[in-house]
């Protein structure tokens, strides 16, 4: 199964799954492999907005509605736990 997958800086690439009933997990696993990504810090995102979850590594890749040369996917990260208790603050203010 060849999956479009983008990461939000704007790259992407396909990555192609042996398996017919493969599960995420294996998605995640193809993408870590192919592009030297850390697979525990992945978020996947489909085209339609829905998120899978850690929880749906079990699920295979067409019960979350990814299929064959038809889906994209789109990948985020977690942020990286260094322990700081430094937090971003996005403020919003009118113009003038």
């Known amino acids: 199964m060849m999956v479009a997958v983008e990461v939000m800086t704007g790259?992407?690439?396909?990555?192609?799954?042996e398996e017919d009933n493969a599960k995420v997990a294996d998605l995640k696993r193809a993408i870590a492999?192919?592009?030297?990504?850390?697979?525990?810090?992945?978020i996947l995102l489909?085209?339609?907005g829905c998120?899978?979850?850690d929880d749906d590594d079990d699920?295979?890749?067409?019960?979350?509605g990814i299929h064959d040369n038809g889906?994209?996917?789109y990948l985020f990260f977690t942020p990286i736990d260094d322990g700081s208790s430094d937090d971003f603050i996005f403020?919003?203010?009118e113009a003038f």
């Open 71 to 73: 889906s994209r996917i």
């Open 11 to 17: 790259s992407l690439f396909h990555v192609n799954v």
């Open 59 to 64: 699920l295979t890749l067409d019960e979350c």
């Open 33 to 42: 492999a192919q592009q030297k990504l850390p697979f525990d810090r992945m």
């Open 51 to 53: 998120c899978i979850s």
């Open 46 to 48: 489909l085209g339609d």
């Open 91 to 93: 403020t919003w203010w």
